[in-house]
């Protein structure tokens, strides 16, 4: 699991306090005195959230400790809260082709146009996007629909034609997804 980052910017006196707790915590902390030093801990780092003091406008994942003093353990709550926040939105949007999806409300975007999906759909997008090669019915059928069985049914291909076409009625792409003598994939 990829630690996260806690970078307290502008804070000294909360960095040495949360230093010397550094071993019992469940993310890494870093400090950052000037903009530049938080630019450069902060890039290629989508799990990094910064706390300070007093609010800045143009910085993005930003808690403001503005209620001290605080029990150092409500402290440590409130910034798992946020760490889970973030994860929750940088999980949420995948970007397919020139598609966003949009995990958490089950939307399939492209300029400014959305479709509404259900669980299933978005669970069958995602998987099949995730494959190189195309999968086949059998594979659809044991990892998103958890079904298993030697009887022939026709779940996945009623549920991909209704699909494709909610995708061509939307988007006017008949060929998002795809149909191969192995199995379905996304172009």
């Given at each position: 699991?990829?630690?996260?980052?806690?970078?307290?910017?502008?804070?000294?006196?909360?960095?040495?306090?949360?230093?010397?707790?550094?071993?019992d915590l469940?993310?890494?902390?870093t400090f950052a005195d000037t903009k530049d030093s938080l630019k450069?801990?902060?890039i290629n780092h989508n799990n990094s959230l910064i706390i300070s003091n007093s609010k800045y406008a143009d910085i993005g994942n930003h808690f403001v400790l503005e209620n001290i003093p605080i029990n150092i353990f409500?402290?440590?709550e409130k910034v798992n809260i946020e760490f889970l926040k973030l994860q929750f939105n940088n999980q949420s949007e995948m970007k397919i082709n020139n598609y966003t999806i949009d995990i958490n409300s089950r939307e399939?975007?492209?300029?400014?146009?959305?479709?509404?999906l259900t669980e299933k759909e978005i669970n069958?997008?995602?998987?099949?996007s995730k494959s190189k090669k195309p999968v086949s019915i059998d594979e659809l059928q044991a990892e998103v629909w958890s079904y298993h069985s030697?009887?022939?049914?026709?779940?996945?291909e009623t549920h991909i034609y209704r699909l494709r076409k909610k995708?061509?009625?939307?988007?006017?792409?008949?060929?998002?997804?795809?149909?191969?003598k192995n199995g379905y994939q996304i172009k």
């Open positions: 699991m990829i630690k996260q980052n806690l970078i307290i910017y502008k804070f000294n006196s909360l960095y040495h306090i949360l230093e010397e707790l550094d071993l469940n993310f890494k902390i450069n801990k902060t409500k402290l440590i399939m975007i492209i300029n400014n146009t959305k479709l509404k069958t997008i995602t998987y099949l030697d009887i022939e049914t026709h779940t996945v995708i061509s009625n939307t988007f006017n792409d008949k060929d998002f997804i795809i149909s191969k």
